[in-house]
């Protein structure tokens, strides 16, 4: 049975720092890697898709990277905002497209 | 797009009502899911729909919870009667084939 797991569950660190979030997975069989962000009281919005035969995928600040091998993969955030405090998690699809969750990253950015 | 749109916001409820929940998936996706999030069991998927067909309802807790789908542009959830332990936000997201999913809002439900 997949299970994903992210660590830390939380972490806060100064503006401008670059910073790295952790996910992984212990059944290197999947179809896809998301990951999402949500804001207190809100919805997830979807922030990278890995597919499972890519290695990493980019957008803007962020950077997502997949190592199916290892079971891995990580959320590289550059130059940290105050407005990037959330709580991210990432997501595996199996081969049926569900999705399996980890628990989440709260990440706090200190103005 | 106005993304997907579910309704209502916020619902509560004395225990043993009927409790509805809406989704308006986005226009052109063909994969409709239902989530539900509690602090304790996290995110957990509950059924998904393709092109409108029930595909796994193996998270559906039990026979109190039941969905529909009756075309391409709405959803249900309904939990017949309703308890204390289904406080919880629930969420609908759609997808186009197998990338990625578009969450709305959700549904922050209280059971009293």
């Known amino acids: 049975k997949q299970e994903v797991t992210q660590i830390p569950a939380a972490l806060s660190v100064p503006e401008g720092e670059n910073l790295v979030l952790n996910c992984s997975f212990t059944d290197s069989a999947i179809y896809n890697l998301q990951w999402f962000r949500q804001d207190p009281g809100k919805g997830l919005t979807s922030l990278l898709l890995i597919q499972s035969s890519q290695r990493e995928q980019t957008s803007g600040r962020l950077n997502a990277s997949l190592d199916k091998s290892s079971g891995r993969s990580t959320l590289y955030i550059a130059a940290s905002q105050p407005g990037d405090s959330a709580t991210y998690l990432c997501a595996v699809a199996d081969s049926n497209y569900q999705l399996i969750w980890g628990a989440g990253t709260k990440l706090i950015i200190k103005p | 797009d106005a993304g997907v749109i579910q309704s209502p916001r916020h619902e509560v409820t004395e225990m043993g009502q009927e409790v509805t929940l809406r989704c308006k998936p986005i226009?052109?996706?063909?994969?409709l899911f239902w989530y539900r999030q509690t602090m304790m069991r996290g995110l957990e998927l509950l059924i998904y729909?393709?092109?409108?067909?029930?595909?796994?309802d193996s998270g559906m807790p039990e026979d109190r919870f039941s969905a529909k789908m009756p075309n391409a542009s709405f959803s249900t959830l309904k939990i017949q009667p309703s308890e204390p332990r289904d406080s919880a936000v629930y969420f609908c997201?759609?997808?186009?084939?197998?990338?990625?999913?578009?969450f709305g809002p959700g549904t922050r439900l209280t059971v009293t």
């Open positions: 729909f393709n092109n409108n067909v029930p595909i796994d």
């Open positions: 226009s052109g996706h063909d994969y």
């Open positions: 997201a759609s997808s186009f084939a197998t990338y990625e999913q578009y």
